[in-house]
């Protein structure tokens, strides 16, 4: 009862500290218990703060977003900051200790701990940092104004770069000079327009955008995986439509990724009302993007190592991409049998998939078959081999045969085999 309670509380908070002002906007970020006892170890008594949030989780929380990431900066370095927290029994991992980066955890809540850092020199991937104490040095090196905004568990903003305007008023800034920034880490073309579509309330900056035209083949030096991880990012914002119903946008976006053949469909999702458009999840998204009745979409997978689950899911819906075009497809017989021979997923896959590509059928109808899946009990064949066995078949070939020839005849019957039709199977056995 005491953890429904404070859940309602935290809704409540993320919705008045979004209406009334950022001065209270990084309450719920004050309020997690677990961030207040790691403050509390690395920060000294009597001295000014050592450590800070920063970047997504104090913008979210000035936007009342949802938070899941939660990374500090401190001016401790790593191997104090381990000391500190091991002290306390609180785990920590190496994750990037090189670049100044630990991992603790504490209450299964992670917290991404950086050491304020300075660039030394970096290749377009890779930067080698020097740590420091200075955190408008720190500041600096961040990628946008937006992402450089620090607070304390008190709740202080520190805001060297007036990230906090700029947030406000829907300005996208790289810190200094874009093509600099661009340089020292190419994923940045991708991250600028993940963050003009979710915040903007301007046009494009010109500036920018040449910067990035001039530099856009350097994506090719990012690790196909850490492309992934931001196209997900991307493909879960409300508005993606965006990015392609902008011609300058979408002449970049379509460079990185000519695979993204059928944005248009993304219209679509964009018209449904929230209910709806929460059904499609970053893959299947991504499947809209993509997908037709041709095995195409292998390349994409093999280029960016999805899983097989991913594959898996892609293929069932390109080796059906014909029959959603059939009325026949829509029916509830045909919804069973597609659930029995494959699973409830990836029918609603299919069916959330064919509200993009078959104008012919009302949205309306879909839903219902949606609905329908939900509720759909998945058949089982009441005949098994030991039955035939004990009426007179030997086991083989001959009652396999026999076994897969009464499943057939009772799926097409719509999951139904009458008494008559078993009885005239075993009665050949016993005139043989």
Same mark, same amino acid.
């Given at each position: 009862?005491?953890?429904?309670?404070?859940?309602?509380?935290?809704?409540? @908070?993320?919705?008045?500290?979004?209406?009334?002002?950022?001065?209270?906007?990084?309450?719920?970020?004050?309020?997690?218990?677990?961030?207040?006892?790691?403050?509390?170890?690395?920060?000294?008594?009597?001295?000014?703060?050592?450590?800070?949030?920063?970047?997504?989780?104090?913008?979210?929380?000035?936007?009342?977003?949802?938070?899941?990431?939660?990374?500090?900066?401190?001016?401790?370095?790593?191997?104090?900051?381990?000391?500190?927290?091991?002290?306390?029994?609180?785990?920590?991992?190496?994750?990037?200790?090189?670049?100044?980066?630990?991992?603790?955890?504490?209450?299964?809540?992670?917290?991404?701990?950086?050491?304020?850092?300075?660039?030394?020199?970096?290749?377009?991937?890779?930067?080698?940092? =020097?740590?420091?104490?200075?955190?408008?040095?720190?500041?600096?090196?961040?990628?946008?104004?937006?992402?450089?905004?620090?607070?304390?568990?008190?709740?202080?903003?520190?805001?060297?770069?007036?990230?906090?305007?700029?947030? =406000?008023?829907?300005?996208?800034?790289?810190?200094?000079?874009?093509?600099?920034?661009?340089?020292?880490?190419?994923?940045?073309?991708?991250?600028?327009?993940?963050?003009?579509?979710?915040?903007?309330?301007?046009?494009?900056? =010109?500036?920018?955008?040449?910067?990035?035209?001039?530099?856009?083949?350097?994506?090719?030096?990012?690790?196909?995986?850490?492309?992934?991880?931001?196209?997900?990012?991307?493909?879960?914002?409300?508005?993606?439509?965006?990015?392609?119903?902008?011609?300058?946008?979408?002449?970049?976006?379509?460079?990185?990724?000519?695979?993204?053949?059928?944005?248009?469909? !993304?219209?679509?999702?964009?018209?449904?009302?929230?209910?709806?458009?929460?059904?499609?999840?970053?893959?299947?998204? !991504?499947?809209?993007?993509?997908?037709?009745?041709?095995?195409? /979409?292998? /390349?994409?997978?093999?280029?960016?190592?999805?899983?097989?689950?991913?594959?898996?899911?892609?293929?069932?819906?390109?080796?059906?991409?014909?029959?959603?075009?059939?009325?026949?497809?829509?029916?509830?017989?045909?919804?069973?049998?597609?659930?029995?021979?494959?699973?409830?997923?990836?029918?609603?896959?299919?069916?959330?998939?064919?509200?993009?590509?078959?104008?012919?059928?009302?949205?309306?109808?879909?839903?219902?078959?949606?609905?329908?899946? @939900?509720?759909?009990?998945?058949?089982?064949?009441?005949?098994?081999?030991?039955?035939?066995?004990?009426?007179?078949?030997?086991?083989?070939?001959?009652?396999?045969?026999?076994?897969?020839?009464?499943?057939?005849?009772?799926?097409?019957?719509?999951?139904?085999?009458?008494?008559?039709?078993?009885?005239?199977?075993?009665?050949?056995?016993?005139?043989?």
């Amino acid at each position: 009862m005491f953890k429904k309670i404070k859940n309602i509380i935290l809704q409540a @908070d993320r919705f008045l500290y979004k209406k009334f002002g950022s001065d209270k906007s990084t309450k719920f970020l004050e309020n997690i218990k677990e961030a207040r006892i790691i403050f509390s170890h690395l920060n000294e008594i009597g001295k000014e703060s050592e450590v800070r949030f920063v970047g997504g989780c104090v913008r979210k929380a000035i936007c009342g977003e949802n938070i899941d990431d939660i990374d500090l900066a401190t001016s401790v370095e790593p191997e104090d900051v381990k000391k500190r927290l091991n002290k306390q029994d609180i785990k920590v991992i190496d994750t990037g200790i090189s670049h100044g980066t630990v991992t603790a955890i504490l209450n299964n809540k992670k917290f991404e701990i950086t050491t304020l850092r300075k660039d030394v020199s970096t290749d377009g991937r890779h930067a080698k940092v =020097q740590f420091t104490s200075n955190w408008e040095e720190d500041a600096s090196r961040r990628d946008f104004t937006i992402n450089a905004i620090y607070a304390d568990i008190e709740g202080r903003i520190f805001d060297p770069l007036n990230g906090m305007l700029d947030l =406000q008023n829907g300005i996208i800034k790289f810190i200094g000079s874009p093509e600099e920034r661009i340089q020292e880490d190419y994923l940045r073309i991708l991250r600028y327009f993940r963050f003009f579509t979710q915040y903007s309330k301007t046009d494009y900056d =010109q500036k920018i955008i040449r910067a990035i035209k001039q530099h856009i083949n350097g994506i090719n030096k990012i690790s196909n995986e850490r492309i992934f991880d931001e196209l997900k990012k991307i493909t879960i914002l409300k508005n993606i439509y965006s990015l392609f119903s902008h011609e300058l946008s979408k002449e970049i976006i379509l460079n990185i990724f000519p695979q993204f053949k059928y944005y248009e469909r !993304l219209k679509i999702i964009n018209n449904l009302n929230k209910k709806s458009r929460d059904m499609y999840d970053i893959h299947l998204i !991504l499947a809209v993007l993509i997908l037709d009745g041709t095995n195409n /979409y292998e /390349y994409f997978c093999h280029k960016y190592k999805t899983s097989n689950n991913i594959k898996n899911r892609f293929k069932n819906i390109s080796i059906n991409f014909k029959n959603l075009k059939s009325k026949k497809f829509y029916s509830e017989e045909n919804i069973k049998k597609l659930i029995y021979f494959s699973n409830k997923d990836y029918v609603r896959d299919l069916l959330l998939f064919s509200i993009c590509t078959n104008n012919k059928i009302k949205i309306l109808d879909i839903k219902k078959l949606i609905d329908y899946v @939900d509720i759909c009990k998945i058949p089982k064949f009441p005949i098994s081999g030991d039955y035939l066995i004990k009426h007179g078949y030997e086991t083989g070939q001959a009652l396999g045969k026999k076994l897969k020839s009464l499943e057939e005849k009772w799926i097409a019957n719509n999951f139904i085999i009458e008494k008559k039709t078993i009885k005239k199977s075993l009665n050949k056995v016993s005139k043989s």
